[in-house]
Nanobody, 117 residues
Framework: QVRLVESGGGLVQAGGSLRLSCVVS???????????MGWYRQAPGKQRELVAY???????NYLDSTKDRFTISRDNAKKAVYLQMNSLKPEDTAVYYC????????WGQGTQVTVSA
């Protein structure tokens, strides 16, 4: 059984920064070490989209609109995945979630990010 808990969201002004955290609770801890993980977001009225992902080997990839502003990282020892978001824009406003790249696990509650102009 897997549980995803996201945190770190909030209300910031455009140009500000936030660091999101995702803690993974699972029966087989070592499974996270070999799992490619991603951060997703869903804005009101829009479909959920993959913002960034990090492979088990540490390779990263980003949505074009977040390149050079967002950084995804992971700490397998802490069973955590992070998303550092800089130079935030109003269009980054959304609920942010983490999950595997294949969306394999039950979704967590997400964390709300609101960027004011």
């Amino acid at each position: 059984q897997v549980r995803l808990v996201e945190s770190g969201g909030g209300l910031v002004q455009a140009g500000g920064s936030l660091r999101l955290s995702c803690v993974v609770s699972m029966t087989f801890d070592s499974l996270l070490d070999i799992t490619d993980m991603g951060w997703y977001r869903q804005a009101p009225g829009k479909q959920r989209e993959l913002v960034a992902y990090i492979t088990s080997g540490g390779r990263t990839n980003y949505l074009d609109s977040t390149k050079d502003r967002f950084t995804i990282s992971r700490d397998n020892a802490k069973k955590a995945v992070y998303l550092q978001m800089n130079s935030l824009k109003p269009e980054d406003t959304a609920v942010y979630y983490c999950n595997t790249v294949s969306e394999m696990w039950p979704w967590g509650q997400g964390t709300q990010v609101t960027v004011s102009a």
